[in-house]
């Protein structure tokens, strides 16, 4: 018997890139097909052959669903068809009556086929790019750019290759003395691996990195007005604002990374209260009360890209927000009203409703 996996996969894949099937031809009965992730079991299942064919289905399905539930981003992918081993049954009696099952063990194994060591990173969007390209030309978030005030931290993420080089440096846009109008640039060069194994690499920008490397090189007090930081072809910019979010939150992106979405707009908390009344005598009394508040959010008018970009949130399977301490609890998105136009006229505002997900309020 033979059995043979006739789908072709790329060493790398975005998840939603995966083969929408995976045919198997053989001429057993039955496969038994097992797909791993990580060495680790995600699905198991036996199949039987229709005109000598296996088809598997939702295989993007399979694997998005245990990377999600193990929160990872990048795994490797290894599916086990397998031909099913026949053993002899002996059935004998012993002089009591009692019945005594054997089974033999075969020496050979069973006839299987494998295709493994297929890199996946976890994404449930598409890109007309192949997946190589994609990752070596974009950080894994959909934005390019962002609005970040001078305490706010920014994590950004790039999958790497064991030991590559690729071109890492920062061009700092700065001025001195409050100077607005007179802005100089510096050309930052990082130079280094950022892994010597394949991985996903995280990367923590903030005005005070760029402001330490400009005021360090220079001997200077200045101020930093924004950075285009790059690595290799991939390109994120930044610009920097003295205004405070009014609020912000953490969530998991299209990558299954978390990402933080800094708040400018005005948040409403509504509070509603329910119970019910009893009377006994002339004294009134409330009892069974429960208590329900809702924060609505209207943001500020905001580009394009980024309204995309907060879609993300308002739909990710865990939102959470900083309650002081780096302590972060969950809250549940709901009332989303979301109409991104790329009209030039338009300005975009996005409006949504949280609530703490364990229903009780943080001082």
């Not at 939603?16 to 039955?30: K, N, Q, R, W, Y």
């Not at 295989?59 to 999600?68: A, F, H, P, T």
């Not at 053993?87 to 005594?100: A, R």
Request: net charge negative; hydrophobic share 35%; with cysteine.
């Amino acid at each position: 018997m033979a059995t043979t996996i006739l789908t072709e996969f790329e060493s790398i894949h975005l998840s939603s890139h995966l083969p929408e099937e995976v045919e198997i031809e053989t001429d057993a009965s039955s496969l038994e097909v097992s797909i791993y992730l990580n060495n680790m079991l995600a699905f198991r299942s036996v199949y039987y052959p229709f005109l000598q064919v296996v088809t598997i289905r939702d295989i993007r399905s399979i694997v998005e669903y245990d990377m999600l539930n193990r929160k990872l981003t990048l795994a490797t992918l290894k599916i086990v068809a397998k031909e099913p081993i026949t053993y002899t049954q002996e059935t004998m009696y012993d002089e009591y009556g009692n019945i005594h099952i054997s089974f033999d063990d075969p020496e050979v194994e069973a006839i299987s086929d494998t295709v493994e060591n297929i890199k996946v990173i976890y994404c449930n969007m598409k890109t007309n790019m192949d997946s190589e390209s994609f990752l070596s030309n974009n950080f894994l978030t959909t934005r390019k750019s962002m609005l970040l005030h001078r305490t706010g931290k920014l994590k950004l993420y790039n999958h790497t290759k064991g030991n590559a080089r690729s071109d890492n440096y920062a061009l700092i846009y700065y001025s001195l003395n409050g100077n607005t109008d007179d802005i100089s640039v510096l050309n930052f060069d990082y130079n280094s691996v950022q892994s010597t194994i394949e991985d996903i690499v995280l990367i923590y920008l903030s005005h005070q990195t760029f402001k330490q490397v400009v005021d360090n090189r220079y001997d200077v007090n200045c101020i930093i007005r924004g950075v285009e930081y790059h690595i290799g072809n991939r390109i994120f910019n930044i610009y920097f604002t003295d205004e405070e979010p009014t609020d912000e939150f953490v969530f998991l992106n299209a990558f299954n990374l978390q990402e933080r979405f800094y708040l400018y707009g005005a948040t409403t908390v509504k509070t509603e209260a329910d119970h019910s009344e009893a009377v006994c005598g002339r004294q009134s009394q409330y009892y069974d009360e429960s208590v329900k508040v809702k924060h609505e959010v209207e943001t500020a008018p905001m580009p394009y890209e980024e309204a995309k970009w907060i879609n993300q949130m308002l739909t990710s399977k865990l939102v959470q927000r900083p309650v002081g301490n780096n302590e972060y609890v969950q809250v549940l998105i709901s009332d989303i009203t979301s109409e991104v136009s790329n009209s030039d006229k338009d300005l975009i505002r996005i409006k949504f409703s949280w609530k703490y997900a364990e229903g009780v309020e943080w001082i």
